[in-house]
């Protein structure tokens, strides 16, 4: 029979095939689970981005509710906008220091308490708590801690010899004081993810690598951290979007100060946008925040995708 006899006798077996009738209606289920999700993802986000974005474009002052197209003059203006500035530089200090430190915390932990000895569940319950903990509460007993007055790390200062100063009160050191809560409210929650990256490293490579004479530092070196390559880029990418967005420790802690020392970028935007009501200029910022951030993650998923993975 020829080729061109045969194709209708195929296709008239596919049409009848009970097994295709079957994929078709799991895909038209798949597609009724997943239409609710879409659905609210284009309500929720991308419509409101998209919105955002137009109004980046707008002279809007919520105060009257009058709006007028300016072009790019937000944009412009914030190119030039010494505050916008300074804070943006106050939230890359912030990644900066927090990036390396607080990877180099969670990791520590994760290998710590990676094997099963006497009350390592309690250490892992001690070490996650403070991810549970609200940023409110904790962001209110640090400011207890770092008071002058009757502030414990103070009072240790004090029995030690050394000079006790109010630490957010102080335009030097009001900002390493977030930054060390910082790392202590995030580091548990980056343990669990290299925990997860630590158990899913084959044993047998480190078995290999001490009977071939390997000390643990060569261990670490030349098997985990290549192993922890994809681990490793979730978390510096996580923490380095979670650094630049900062905001909430700097609302209880400092309210942005002393004298705009502590001010990031998020918090910046929340002043020009909801205090004082500059909703098209906060926009803007808004999104010259999103770029720099998608830029530099981009830049650090490249970074890893170049760097050999076992």
């Known amino acids: 029979m020829a080729r061109t006899e045969l194709a209708p006798t195929i296709s008239k077996r596919r049409k009848g095939n009970p097994f295709g009738r079957a994929l078709r209606q799991e895909e038209r289920t798949a597609w009724l689970f997943i239409l609710p999700a879409l659905a609210a993802l284009l309500l929720f986000v991308f419509y409101p981005m998209v919105k955002a974005f137009l109004i980046s474009f707008q002279n809007y002052n919520m105060v009257g509710g009058t709006r007028s197209f300016n072009g790019i003059d937000n944009y412009r203006t914030l190119m030039n906008d010494s505050e916008f500035l300074a804070s943006l530089r106050h939230s890359l200090f912030f990644a900066v220091i927090v990036i390396p430190v607080q990877t180099a915390v969670s990791l520590g932990l994760a290998m710590l308490i990676q094997r099963a000895r006497r009350f390592t569940g309690l250490f892992r319950t001690a070490y996650f708590i403070p991810v549970v903990i609200s940023t409110s509460v904790a962001a209110t007993v640090f400011k207890l801690i770092y008071s002058k007055d009757f502030g414990i790390l103070n009072q240790v200062l004090k029995s030690i010899g050394l000079p006790i100063t109010n630490f957010l009160s102080n335009p030097d050191t009001a900002m390493y004081g977030i930054i060390i809560l910082g790392i202590w409210k995030a580091a548990g929650f980056f343990m669990i993810i290299f925990l997860a990256g630590l158990n899913n490293i084959s044993q047998d490579l480190y078995e290999a690598a001490r009977v071939d ?98």
């Open 213 to 310: 004479g390997a000390g643990r530092a060569q261990q670490f070196f030349r098997i985990t951290l290549p192993m922890l390559n994809r681990t490793m880029a979730f978390v510096v990418i996580m923490t380095t979007i979670d650094a630049i967005k900062l905001a909430g420790l700097v609302f209880v802690l400092t309210n942005g100060g002393p004298n705009g020392s502590t001010q990031t970028v998020v918090y910046y935007i929340w002043k020009m946008a909801f205090q004082q009501m500059q909703m098209g200029y906060g926009t803007a910022a808004a999104f010259v925040l999103f770029a720099i951030v998608l830029i530099i993650s981009l830049a650090q998923m490249t970074y890893f995708n170049k760097k050999a993975d076992y």
